[in-house]
């Protein structure tokens, strides 16, 4: 399986075990961010959370740092 298969894996069964199986992965102008939970978009309260967050430049890079350090949304806040 390729590397960014893996990570996906890891990352899927980080969430299953700590979030309800909830992760993001989003992409900006700035880089990628992954981290547990759903951001409550609509309303915008988590918006600056998101801000807040490392980006990388590339979804393989997000996802090994997130693999390594696993990030929630409601912890940002």
Do not use: Y
């Not at 969430?15 to 915008?44: C, E, Q, R, Y």
């Amino acid at each position: 399986m390729e590397l960014l298969g893996q990570l996906i894996n890891e990352a899927e069964k980080l969430a299953k075990k700590t979030s309800d199986g909830h992760i993001s992965m989003l992409k900006f102008t700035t880089g990628w961010k992954v981290f547990l939970g759903t951001p409550n978009l609509d309303t915008g309260e988590e918006r600056e959370s998101i801000n807040e967050m490392k980006s990388f430049s590339t979804l393989e890079q997000a996802l090994n740092d997130f693999v390594k350090n696993p990030t929630s949304i409601w912890s940002q806040q």
